[in-house]
């Protein structure tokens, strides 16, 4: 029986501020095929890094992102302590998804109650 592989996105939290694209693709890349990985790193007024943080764009079957998430959840890796989440779906992509009719419903909402953003 073939895993059917859907794509995710996952945020990775807790990186060391050395890890490179290659490292996150090398170490994700044992679960399911890693399609992006883009590394952001935020710093200090002096321009030192504080928070290093990727998002990762992978092929994946459910059972193997099971198996991702509780291996390398909370693992130390690279000077950091990984925390791997699911991205939580933007309210743009959300709105492209379900189609421009849902918008023009929450914005009659909004209306009706006298609400203003």
Not at 44 to 67: C, E, H, W
Request: glycine share 8%; net charge positive; hydrophobic share 35%.
């Amino acid at each position: 029986m073939e895993k059917k592989q859907v794509s995710k996105r996952l945020y990775v939290g807790g990186l060391g501020h050395t890890v490179s694209k290659a490292e996150l693709q090398e170490r994700f890349g044992k679960f399911g095929r890693v399609l992006d990985a883009e590394i952001i790193t935020r710093k200090d007024d002096q321009g030192n890094p504080m928070k290093t943080f990727a998002y990762i764009s992978v092929s994946i079957s459910d059972a193997d992102l099971r198996k991702c998430m509780s291996i390398l959840n909370k693992s130390k890796w690279k000077g950091g302590t990984l925390q791997i989440e699911l991205e939580l779906i933007s309210v743009l992509q959300h709105v492209q998804d379900r189609g421009l009719h849902m918008l023009k419903k929450v914005r009659f909402r909004i209306k009706s109650s006298n609400v203003q953003i």
